[in-house]
Nanobody, 125 residues
């Protein structure tokens, strides 16, 4: 069974930085897509950043230039480096993986992804 476990969340001041990690286990091959999503209270889960198996990345307009998604395949870990954090970035952040998506790029759409982590809270004040 695929398992995704996030860590690295916390509270930071506006303008600060934080790096989230997602440790993946239980799979025999790398997922086609991995991504980070967040869900503020009362809102739908939204895509923040995605990365394809070939390294191609996509970012929400709201985080472009501030966030960087990356993977360390040797460690089976997904990362999200967040800089210049804003209060509106406050939300639980979830990592996600998909193994059967056939598209060329990995979309920032929640319904594309099958496996999800439990979430880690990011609070920016």
């Amino acid at each position: 069974q695929v398992q995704l476990v996030e860590s690295g969340g916390g509270s930071v001041q506006a303008g600060g930085s934080l790096t989230l990690s997602c440790a993946a286990s239980g799979y025999t091959y790398s997922p086609y897509c991995m991504g980070w999503f967040r869900q503020a209270p009362g809102k739908e889960r939204e895509g923040v950043a995605t990365i394809a198996s070939d390294g191609t990345t996509s970012y929400a307009d709201s985080v472009k230039g501030r966030f960087t998604i990356s993977t360390d395949n040797a460690k089976n870990t997904l990362y999200l480096q967040m800089n210049s954090l804003k209060p509106e970035d406050t939300a639980p952040y979830y990592c996600a993986a998909e193994y059967s998506y056939g598209g060329r790029w990995c979309p920032l759409l929640k319904y594309v992804y099958t496996f999800w982590g439990q979430g880690t809270q990011v609070t920016v004040s």
